[in-house]
């Protein structure tokens, strides 16, 4: 019977469920199939676009790269085979949901700067949604399809014990000094005198153009957006791509047609319709946005202070106030506040991952004391104030059963998972259809694949 090897396949792994660059295409063979495995086929243009994203990278890929990467594409076709065998199933709001993450969070990091993505990516909001629409729908299929393979996955405190007595003394990892931390994050709210400006100026705004004011120069001089210096512009977008109030007016417009105010998570907004091209809308908007005032971020750090008290008393826990008081768009709301390390995706942070404002303010605190309250600013300009719970601190170390249980646990879980997974492809290899082309018979091991080749020599 033959093995994989759990590395190689872990390797595979990450590569397959990380969504790929979107590239230029015509330098691409888009209609090339390189490999075919069951009802489901590997483009070769799959494969350059994530050498692609290796070189941007710096990682200076070369031909094995290129092999593991196919091996990548054909597991992940596997997984999406079999998941359509056993029906499983993703719904379509599930793919817009998953997508809409992703756009927003690259719109924020651009100040919602239509143009600016437009720029980089070489395609509206709407152009790039619907290209990685079928890549994010196997993309979610495989991960479904994985995780029933790996459900029943579990390690018992024996097993930890012996995966950790396994592994070479001298091979053990040595820890550089970490810590874990949980925070409670609260966005200022505006105020009503405040609101009341910003409507009043967006209506004056509304007034201009109803005897006749030109929209993009308006939208230049005043709407308070990254769009401003395209005249407000927006592109053309489908629906799902905008903030569902701004959609629900944008699309009962007629072309030319200029809304009444709309309120939206952002600010007030005016919005022209410049054309209906099928489902797509062209439109572009003023936006006002409503000002924070100092009194506003007080009242904010002072709920913070009194949310701190409770906690440090004992009148109830921090993850119950996470829960409680915490804005719940803030990702480490779900996980009860514990922040995840972007860089490990972990709960541990060495000192040098550790945001300066947060550091200062942990460095001399003990576990379970609470620094802050911390104000941030977000790459959309808004302020945010957070406490932040020491929830652990370690010295730099040798791994070991006592400090790192958890972390070892969680090594020795993925451990079985990927043997798990290993297993499952072994088992499923030699029932399925596949072929590939000839040009990768010198890739490392893919005879495992047990391919029937096609293709020139």
């Known amino acids: 019977m033959m093995r994989f090897s759990p590395s190689r396949w872990l390797a595979i792994v990450l590569v397959v469920f990380g969504l790929g660059p979107i590239i230029a295409q015509d330098t691409l ?24 994203m290796m070189r941007e990278r710096r990682l200076n890929p070369g031909p094995e790269d290129r092999c593991i990467i196919l091996e990548s594409l054909m597991a992940q076709s596997l997984l999406v085979h079999y998941a359509k065998v056993d029906s499983i199933e993703v719904s379509d709001a599930e793919i817009d949901g998953q997508i809409d993450a992703r756009m927003n969070q690259i719109l924020a990091m651009m100040n919602n700067d239509r143009k600016m993505f437009q720029d980089i990516y070489g395609q509206t909001v709407s152009e790039l949604r619907e290209q990685v629409r ?20 579990q ?17 053990l990892p040595f820890f550089n000094a970490e810590v874990e931390l949980a925070e409670i994050v609260i966005l200022p709210e505006v105020n009503q005198e405040e609101k009341a400006k910003a409507l009043t100026k967006i209506r004056d705004l509304k007034k201009q153009l109803d005897e006749g004011a030109d929209f ?35 699309y009962q417009l007629e072309a030319g047609e200029i809304s009444d105010v709309v309120e939206t998570e952002f600010g007030f907004h005016l919005i022209q319709l410049i054309q209906r091209k099928g489902l797509m809308i062209e439109t572009r908007h003023i936006l006002i946005r409503p ?25 109830i826990t921090f993850a119950q106030a996470v829960t409680k008081y915490g804005d719940k768009r803030v990702l480490s709301h779900s996980n009860n506040g514990r922040m995840v390390n972007p860089k490990t995706n972990n709960t541990f942070f060495e000192i040098a991952d550790v945001d300066t404002e947060i550091f200062f303010s942990i460095d001399t605190i003990n576990v379970g004391e609470i620094a802050g309250p911390i104000e941030f600013r977000l790459p959309t300009g808004e302020y945010v104030y957070k406490i932040v719970q020491l929830q652990s601190r370690t010295s730099p170390h040798r791994a070991n059963l006592t400090q790192d249980y958890s972390r070892i646990q969680e090594a020795a ?35 495992r694949w047990q391919p029937s080749w096609y293709g020139a020599p």
């Open 134 to 153: 079928d890549e994010m729908k196997h993309k979610l299929l495989a991960e479904r399809m994985q995780a029933q393979i790996m459900k029943t996955v």
């Open 413 to 447: 879980k993925e451990s079985k998972r990927n043997t798990a997974f290993n297993d499952w492809i072994e088992r499923k290899i030699p029932e399925t259809y596949i072929m590939l082309e000839h040009r990768f018979s010198s890739c490392p091991d893919i005879d």
């Open 216 to 250: 993009a120069t308006l939208a230049r001089r005043y709407s308070e957006d990254g769009s401003a210096r395209d005249g407000g512009y927006l592109g053309t977008t489908s629906r799902r791509s905008l903030v569902p109030e701004f959609e629900a007016v944008a």
């Open 291 to 315: 000002q924070i005032t100092e009194a506003d971020r007080q009242l904010v750090k002072n709920k913070l202070e009194d949310i701190k008290k409770m906690v440090m008393s004992d009148s």
């Open 29 to 52: 063979i888009l209609d090339q199939v390189i490999a075919k495995i069951g009802g489901e086929v590997v483009f070769h243009a799959e494969v350059e676009e994530q050498m692609a």
């Open 155 to 171: 390690v018992t405190p024996n097993e930890v014990i012996e995966f950790f007595n396994n592994i070479p003394k001298d091979s």
